[in-house]
């Protein structure tokens, strides 16, 4: 059995891999207030959907912000002793890139956001997929993003006190590996 306390917690796995279910149901059994932060926007009818459905999902006594640009300074701004559900990266990432944020602007903008969930006292959960084991994109866009988005996964996973893969709803622990030669 994994053990999830305290500071920030990366839920990292594949597009429905339980992801965010996970994130939910660790949320869940924290004994006070909870925030969910939504960085999807809706963009076409698929998305709205997906939106209305995470909506109706989520506990009504939760907190809720939807932050399609989330930064450090507004989870800085969420009461220390609140439990974060930051779902996802995955959209933040695309948010600002289609915004022309330069690729080391949203390495930046991610790193300072998992800095600051990390010194939280109440658990940070960070949500975000791992595209790099999926279909070689097609476009050059879809690898450019799919690259960028590797390396913010490893900025997050660096500052995240645990990093968790999640396939079929179980979580394997990702361990940080040292040579001890």
Same mark, same amino acid.
């Given at each position: 059995?994994?053990r999830v306390? &305290?500071g920030?917690?990366? #839920? /990292?796995g594949g597009?429905?891999?339980g992801?965010?279910?996970l994130?939910?149901r /660790?949320?869940?059994?924290?004994p006070?207030?909870?925030?969910?932060?939504? @960085?999807?926007?809706?963009?076409d009818? +698929?998305?709205?959907d997906?939106i209305? !459905?995470?909506?109706? %999902?989520?506990?009504? &006594?939760w907190?809720?912000?939807?932050?399609?640009?989330?930064?450090a300074?507004? #989870?800085?701004?969420? +009461?220390? %002793?609140? /439990?974060?559900? #930051? +779902?996802?990266? @995955?959209? #933040?990432?695309?948010?600002?890139?289609?915004d022309?944020?330069?690729?080391q602007?949203?390495?930046d903008?991610?790193?300072?956001?998992?800095?600051?969930?990390?010194?939280?006292?109440?658990? @940070?959960?960070?949500?975000?997929?791992?595209?790099?084991?999926?279909?070689?994109?097609? @476009?050059?866009?879809? !690898?450019?993003?799919?690259?960028?988005?590797g !390396?913010?996964?490893?900025?997050?996973?660096?500052?995240? +006190?645990?990093?968790?893969?999640?396939?079929?709803?179980?979580? /394997?622990?990702?361990?940080?590996?040292?040579?001890?030669?």
């Open positions: 059995m994994i306390d &305290g920030s917690t990366l #839920l /990292l597009a429905r891999s992801k965010s279910a994130a939910q /660790l949320a869940e059994s924290w006070g207030a909870i925030v969910f932060v939504a @960085t999807a926007a809706p963009g009818v +698929d998305m709205a997906r209305a !459905r995470h909506r109706a %999902e989520r506990p009504a &006594g907190g809720l912000v939807e932050a399609p640009r989330f930064d300074q507004a #989870l800085a701004s969420i +009461d220390d %002793e609140t /439990l974060v559900v #930051l +779902d996802c990266i @995955t959209m #933040l990432v695309a948010n600002l890139f289609f022309e944020a330069s690729p602007q949203i390495v903008h991610a790193g300072e956001l998992a800095m600051v969930a990390s010194t939280r006292s109440a658990p @940070t959960l960070i949500v975000s997929n791992e595209v790099g084991m999926g279909i070689h994109p097609e @476009t050059a866009l879809g !690898r450019r993003y799919r690259d960028l988005l !390396r913010v996964n490893r900025v997050v996973a660096d500052h995240a +006190d645990r990093s968790l893969f999640v396939a079929a709803g179980r979580a /394997l622990p990702l361990e940080e590996v040292q040579a001890t030669w």
